[in-house]
């Protein structure tokens, strides 16, 4: 690894340019809607552009889906369901998680490209990170699927029938595999909704079910804003709901559902601790800190976003950090070299830049490295707060962008007392040399999941979901199965 101080200045080692191809995409000029297998022209007669958010340029136009539409795929969806998806043998349906599963792996580069131009965020997160993660999904629920008995011994497991799922724009292709993945193991159907500002790799994704020879009406996917949305929510026709998104629209379905019997999880935001003990591994700590809050531009809903440092080593790590801040380079999403690309849309640049001005406001000290924003574009630079308090906006509310607000500590119980000080309860990290006060943290934070010396760390065979206003349910891991899955008893 470079040693950062042997540099006198960070403009010194500038890379060259080394930017993917993307003509290994081919986008078409308008997307309809996939439903019962076939992309069909919206019944609303609706359509919207969807744009890169680091150049403003427009990628292709999709679909407004309306309350027809929504009735369409959620009849398409039930048709499947009945008449073949739910019947066939487990071990067929595995088949075609494992068929989507390698598709994925082979368009792995076109799928990299696509997220990275739609959503902004760095190629090489989004082809070492998201598009390898989601394949990981489907071969990891391809194996549950012919051992649901084994899973819930006993229980006798079946279906639900059709399931409504609506997912965010962070990690566009990664959350569509959390919800399809388990969802069709289970034996289900579902009609899934990607986000307005990000519908571009779940229409490819639709190719890739064609390409599977997935039955028709298994997959429909349904391009939208939050009408579309609102619409699926309040369709009477459905098993289930998953929802991941902010903590608003989350309440907001909640309430819709009450005494339904529609099935509901959900995954909300969070405002993370990243707790900092003073005999941890220093330099591993400030990797897992810029992990942990600048990976995919603060844009995650577990990200470390509140530092809590243990005060002897405050102002050591505080300086440390700073000069690997320096060391990060923001710009094109396309370039192999870049660590902090584009803010997903213009709604959540003007959000973070809203909460950013609380936090001067309100008395924390703002640190941004020298570094030159694009033109055009949605840019925010990598931004810590300094001398926060724990009732400022940037210590309570979830900025979802590059902004770290940092607090301090001296006690153990003093560190949980702050981390559990929120009204989410997402993740934690704990950063120390001492296993047994790992162990003990872990079992003080109200936190969905606890990382120890590392952060933002995913797999497809652990659990993953929060507390309190993060949320209820869990994805991943034999855990996530359950949501999709009714128990003969
Ligand atoms: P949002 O919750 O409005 O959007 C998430 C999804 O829900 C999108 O597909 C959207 O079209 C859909 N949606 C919106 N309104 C709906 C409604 N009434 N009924 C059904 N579906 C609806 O999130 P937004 O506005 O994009 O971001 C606002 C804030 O939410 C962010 O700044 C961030 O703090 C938080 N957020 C958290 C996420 C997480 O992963 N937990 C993901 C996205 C946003
Ligand atoms: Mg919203």
């Known amino acids: 690894m470079t040693d950062v101080r042997q540099r006198t200045s960070p403009l010194e080692w500038e890379y060259a340019p080394a930017?993917?191809?993307?003509?290994?995409?081919?986008?078409?000029?308008?997307?309809?809607?996939?439903?019962?297998?076939?992309?069909v022209e919206p019944r609303s007669k609706e359509w919207f552009p969807t744009i890169s958010p680091a150049t403003e340029e427009q990628l292709a136009e999709?679909?407004?889906?309306?309350?027809?539409?929504?009735?369409?795929?959620?009849?398409?969806?039930?048709?499947?369901?009945?008449?073949?998806?739910?019947?066939?043998?487990?071990?067929?349906?595995?088949?075609?998680?494992?068929?989507?599963?390698?598709?994925?792996?082979?368009?792995?580069?076109?799928?990299?490209?696509?997220?990275?131009?739609?959503?902004?965020?760095?190629?090489?997160?989004s082809r070492d990170v998201d598009v390898p993660l989601a394949a990981a999904h489907f071969f990891y629920y391809a194996g549950w699927a012919d051992k649901l008995e084994y899973a819930f011994p006993n229980r006798r497991p079946a279906p639900l029938g059709v399931a409504g799922q609506i997912i965010p724009w962070n990690f566009p292709l990664l959350m569509l595999a959390w919800k399809i993945a388990p969802a069709l193991a289970a034996g289900n159907t579902v009609v899934l909704k990607p986000a307005e500002t990000t519908p571009l790799t779940a229409l490819i994704f639709a190719d890739v079910c064609r390409q599977a020879e997935l039955p028709a009406g298994v997959v429909n996917i349904i391009?939208?804003?939050?009408?579309?949305?609102?619409?699926l929510v309040r369709h009477r026709g459905l098993d289930k709901i998953a929802f991941t998104g902010s903590t608003e629209v989350g309440k907001a379905i909640q309430r819709e559902l009450a005494g339904t019997g529609t099935r509901l999880t959900l995954e909300l935001g969070g405002k993370a601790a990243n707790i900092v003990f003073d005999d941890c591994a220093l330099d591993q700590a400030i990797?897992?800190?810029?992990?942990?809050?600048?990976?995919?531009?603060?844009?995650v809903c577990c990200a470390g976003s509140r530092l809590l440092v243990q005060?002897?080593?405050?102002?050591?790590?505080?300086?440390?950090?700073?000069?690997?801040?320096?060391?990060?380079?923001?710009?094109?999403?396309?370039?192999?070299n870049t660590d902090i690309g584009a803010i997903n849309s213009r709604a959540q640049l003007e959000r973070i830049r809203e909460l950013v001005a609380s936090g001067e406001e309100e008395g924390a000290e703002i640190y941004q490295p020298p570094c030159v924003l694009p033109e055009k574009g949605y840019w925010f630079a990598p931004t810590v707060f300094t001398?926060?308090?724990?009732?400022?906006?940037?210590?309570?509310?979830?900025?979802?962008?590059?902004?770290?607000?940092?607090?301090?500590?001296?006690?153990?119980?003093?560190?949980?007392?702050?981390?559990?000080?929120?009204?989410?309860?997402?993740?934690?990290?704990?950063?120390?040399?001492?296993?047994?006060?790992?162990?003990?943290?872990?079992?003080?934070?109200?936190?969905?999941?606890?990382?120890?010396?590392?952060?933002?760390?995913?797999?497809?065979?652990?659990?993953f979901g929060g507390y309190k206003e993060s949320g209820f349910g869990r994805e991943g891991g034999r855990h996530g199965l359950e949501p999709y899955l009714r128990f003969e008893e």
């Open 19 to 39: 930017p993917e191809a993307r003509d290994i995409v081919k986008f078409q000029e308008r997307y309809g809607l996939f439903i019962g297998g076939e992309l």
């Open 62 to 125: 999709v679909a407004l889906a309306g309350a027809e539409d929504v009735d369409a795929a959620v009849g398409a969806a039930r048709n499947a369901f009945e008449n073949g998806w739910s019947t066939l043998r487990p071990a067929e349906r595995a088949k075609y998680l494992y068929r989507i599963a390698r598709l994925l792996q082979e368009r792995s580069r076109e799928l990299a490209v696509a997220e990275s131009l739609n959503g902004g965020k760095p190629i090489k997160e």
């Open 223 to 231: 391009t939208g804003d939050g009408s579309t949305g609102a619409h």
């Open 287 to 299: 990797e897992g800190i810029v992990n942990g809050i600048y990976f995919n531009q603060g844009h």
């Open 311 to 336: 005060e002897p080593i405050a102002e050591l790590l505080i300086a440390k950090l700073k000069r690997r801040l320096e060391t990060l380079r923001l710009g094109d999403p396309l370039d192999k």
């Open 387 to 463: 001398n926060v308090a724990q009732s400022y906006r940037i210590a309570q509310e979830e900025i979802f962008g590059p902004v770290l607000s940092v607090l301090t500590f001296r006690t153990p119980d003093e560190a949980i007392e702050k981390a559990n000080n929120t009204a989410y309860g997402l993740s934690a990290g704990v950063w120390t040399e001492k296993g047994s006060r790992i162990l003990c943290m872990a079992q003080r934070l109200r936190a969905g999941v606890v990382w120890a010396n590392t952060f933002n760390r995913f797999d497809p065979a652990s659990p």
